[in-house]
């Protein structure tokens, strides 16, 4: 079976193209012990005004798929907090 962390990467794995293709990308960080998913945006996405929407519509969203343990994910750098 497949660890949390790769499973969470292979979630943003899955996600890195449309991110780059915005120029933009996206970095696991931690997951804290509480569950929460910790994440770094990179270019584009950092300060883009869909950020936010991005982060738990998209990202978010994908990795609960795939761990549904996780109890939410956050960008320690997201400069928009609500797009």
Known sequence: M???TDRIE???AQLRPFLEADRGDITLV???DDLTVRVEL???CRDCSMSYMTLKGGVE???MKVAPEVKGVEAIN???TKG
Do not use: C, Q, Y
């Open 42 to 44: 990179h270019g584009a």
């Open 61 to 63: 969203e994908s990795i």
């Open 78 to 80: 997201m400069i928009n």
């Open 30 to 32: 931690e997951v804290t």
């Open 2 to 4: 497949d660890s949390l």
């Open 10 to 12: 292979r979630a943003l």
